[in-house]
């Protein structure tokens, strides 16, 4: 299994938006303190916008900061944001698949229960618990104790 760069860019966000509880945050500001490009994280951060898992604040003083509700989410439901597509293999999506064997192949089902398993841990992960060592987080991306 292999997560896209735009969801683990979406993690990177959500946990530092949570590190930074009570102060809203900008997308220069995420971008230089993980070294990703601001064109991909605005991406991002529309998206997650768009779904409510952030709020965004425009004007003076504005920026991104995490919707209260968001901390509740399980990383599995954010993954199911994020991804643009979790068939793995051809056949799980009926629209483009082409393979002969499909019927009769054992392999799909095995993929398919590896993905549940891989999804059913993710979804027993919520942002709360990946944002928990806040003080340690915090100092891998350079923040002082006042931004913590």
Do not use: W
């Not at 504005?62 to 439901?77: D, F, I, Q, T, Y």
């Not at 793995?88 to 993905?115: G, M």
Request: aromatic share 4%.
């Amino acid at each position: 299994m292999h997560l896209s760069r735009y969801t683990d860019y979406a993690l990177r966000t959500l946990i530092y938006l949570g590190i930074n509880e009570g102060r809203t945050c900008t997308i220069p500001e995420i971008a230089t303190r993980y070294k990703i490009s601001r064109n991909h994280l605005m991406k991002i951060v529309h998206q997650l916008g768009r779904e409510g898992v952030i709020e965004t604040v425009r004007g003076r003083g504005g920026g991104l900061r995490l919707a209260p509700a968001s901390k509740n989410m399980s990383v599995g439901e954010i993954v199911r944001i994020t991804e643009e597509d979790l068939n793995l293999v051809e056949c799980f999506d009926p629209t483009r698949n082409q393979c002969q064997i499909t019927s009769a192949c054992v392999l799909s089902s095995a993929v398919n229960t590896a993905l549940a398993a891989f999804m059913k841990v993710l979804d027993g992960v919520s942002l709360a618990d990946i944002i928990k060592p806040e003080k340690e987080l915090a100092k891998l991306l350079g923040l002082g104790p006042e931004s913590a």
